[in-house]
């Protein structure tokens, strides 16, 4: 009996054996299957996965290039600073116990919202970002918190800085966090402020400590950016800056915009626009105030149109500065439309009619040259098509075709309206009659310059066409000359040193529904100085001034100024009266 109960419970010793053995065997093959699955079958994902988690790889730049203005004063300049991330992940059990205390110290040195730290520093995340651009002090308080190895990590980077604030802020436009250009010649010329990149790997260990994959013992530097110098004259810029601001200011406009450009080379020399930004802190302000509305933004230019319509109707034969027009007396219909000007003229001479700005002789001019010689003319001034000046969202402006337009439309266009134009290229176009009759390229950058002060490239002078001969551009300045003496509508642009050509401007403004509105209009000054010999041409535009709306109330005081003020720092003397020199520079400049 003994013996084969014995026997029995061997044998079921042996069965609970066997099926144990089984059951681990089985569970060694689970678990070697799932090796089998995790190394061959995921094992680029896992790889990857770790290497995420381990690995960084991050672009290296160098220091974006400074813009200077053509004095080589910095307008734009990089700066390094610190910024600070956090990676979650690493904080240990003993730490996070206490993290309510480290979320209230990081928010106070940070002055930050203690809700998002407390999110951060709980995120099962990798790495966040807690302050990009830190302070210096606020760098060394972090330091002081007592986070363990490696939870916070202090990376070097380059802020972008404007030292003048808000001086040509549109023009520039600003730089992003990442360093990389978003509006403005920041975003034109990202590729040359931009030094070339280098890609760097880190890995961290178990501890947070980091250490360089680069195969390289001592992996090359990025490069910096090269400089770029501009043609803006900083203190040009502050003069027509100001002027502008007092302008639309006084007059309780919208907005307003004034370039001055030297016609000999087609630099130019301020380009501004009002309201005004900071670009250190362009979050602050609605997008539409960073935009650079001089080349962006088209508008009716109003009667500055009947200078080139008179530069068209000269150059076709047709006309001459003493060819009289009948004008109606203040009223003239074209089949149902009513044409009136301000005044009441009977017979006007050419020079007249653009001294005195008379809508209806406009309308007669235009009549006699055709549709099609006006639209030649005012295309090749460069109405219709961008100027190709370096600045980000240039507009074409528009001028339709000549088989497209009514009689109505002929004469609107012959004073300006029908036609829209934007600041860079009416400042264009009028110093192609300032210098000759040559239409020049506008340009902002003067050169681009290398780390190490070499010159990169230069930019010369580029002549686009001849548009009207010689002596039909001095007929036109003779002409612009008398607006601005006694009786025309720009005397209040006289300037007492120097004889002044310029042509007022004021245009109704287009309503909601497309019709002109009553109440609303922008008013224009444009001109040159001195006469004989220009050295500058300046726009003034201001957007739905009150008090008064006429171009020579409101823009042609705020061009003396700027005119006045820029030829005193310039030294011009107002004795230089050589025309010669004129044709002469013009013909060394671009060869024509």
């Known amino acids: 009996m003994r013996y084969g109960k014995k026997q029995t419970d061997d044998k079921k010793i042996k069965r609970r054996i066997v099926l144990v053995g089984v059951i681990f065997t089985f569970l060694y093959l689970i678990i070697a299957a799932r090796v089998v699955h995790l190394q061959v079958f995921q094992r680029d994902f896992l790889a990857d996965k770790a290497s995420r988690e381990y690995k960084k790889t991050y672009v290296d730049t160098g220091k974006r290039g400074t813009i200077y203005d053509r004095n080589k004063t910095e ?4 700066i390094d600073t610190v910024s600070i991330g956090v990676h979650p992940r690493l904080i240990q059990e003993t730490s996070k116990r206490k993290i309510s205390d480290k979320t209230a110290a990081i928010a106070e040195v940070l002055n ?43 990376i070097p980077e380059r802020k972008r ?69 501009l043609t803006i004259d900083s203190t040009i810029q502050c003069i027509t800056e100001t002027v502008l601001a007092d302008t639309v200011r006084s007059f309780d406009a919208i907005s307003g915009m004034a370039v001055v450009m030297a016609p000999h080379t087609g630099e130019v020399l301020a380009m501004a626009n009002y309201p005004f930004f900071n670009p250190n802190t362009f979050g602050r302000y609605n997008e539409s105030v960073w935009r650079n509305r001089v080349v962006t933004d088209s508008f009716e230019p109003g009667s500055t149109m009947k200078v080139f319509l008179a530069a068209g109707a000269i150059e076709s034969g047709l006309c001459k500065p003493g060819t009289i027009f009948f004008c109606e007396q203040g009223a003239y219909r074209i089949h149902s439309h009513q044409i009136h000007d301000a005044h009441s003229y009977g017979w006007l001479s050419l020079r007249q009619i653009v001294k005195y700005s008379s809508n ?174 220009p050295e500058i041409a300046v726009l ?31 030294g011009v003397d107002p004795n230089h009266n050589n025309r010669d020199s004129l044709r002469v520079s013009i013909d060394k400049e671009v060869g024509g």
């Not at 992003?176 to 402020?193: F, K, P, R, S, V």
């Not at 250490?211 to 530097?221: E, L, R, V």
């Not at 535009?541 to 003396?560: E, I, L, N």
Request: charged residues 20%; glycine residues 12%; neutral net charge.
């Open 75 to 78: 307008m734009a300049v990089s």
């Open 360 to 533: 209806i002789g406009a309308v007669k001019v235009s009549e006699m040259i055709g549709r099609q010689a006006l639209w030649e003319t005012l295309r090749g001034f460069g109405f219709g098509t961008k100027t190709g000046v370096r600045c980000p969202g240039e507009t074409n402006g528009i001028l339709s075709y000549y088989t497209r337009w009514t009689d109505i439309d002929t004469g609107s266009i012959a004073f300006g309206q029908g036609i829209s134009v934007s600041a860079i290229q009416l400042v264009t176009a009028l110093s192609a009659i300032a210098n000759g009759g040559v239409l020049l390229k506008p340009h902002v950058v003067k050169k681009v310059v290398a780390p190490d002060g070499g010159l990169v490239r230069k930019i010369d002078v580029e002549r686009v066409r001849r548009v009207i001969s010689v002596n039909t551009a001095r007929t036109i300045q003779s002409m612009m000359a008398g607006v601005t003496r006694e009786g025309g509508t720009g005397e209040r642009a006289a300037i007492e040193e120097y004889t002044v050509c310029g042509k007022t401007g004021t245009a109704q403004k287009l309503g909601e529904q497309g019709e002109y509105t009553d109440d609303e209009f922008i008013a224009s000054f444009m001109g040159f100085a001195p006469a004989a010999d």
């Open 540 to 570: 003034v535009v201001v957007d739905a001034p009150q008090k008064s709306h006429y171009g020579g109330t409101v823009t042609a005081p705020a061009f003396r100024r700027i005119a006045s003020e820029t030829l005193n720092y310039l």
């Open 161 to 229: 800085v404007y030292p003048n604030r808000t001086l040509a802020a549109q023009l520039f436009g600003f730089s992003g966090i990442d360093g990389n250009g978003l509006e403005g010649l920041e975003y034109a010329c990202d590729n040359i402020l931009k030094g070339p990149s280098v890609q760097r790997t880190m890995v961290r260990d178990a501890i947070g400590g980091g250490f360089s994959t680069d195969h390289q013992a001592d992996p090359p530097a990025a490069s910096d950016g090269n400089n770029i110098v």
């Open 112 to 154: 930050a919202d203690y809700n998002d730290i407390l999110r951060k520093l709980s995120a099962d995340k990798t790495f966040l970002w807690l302050k990009r651009d830190a302070t210096p002090a606020e760098e060394a308080a972090m330091k002081k918190l007592g986070f363990d190895r490696g939870v916070l990590e202090f």
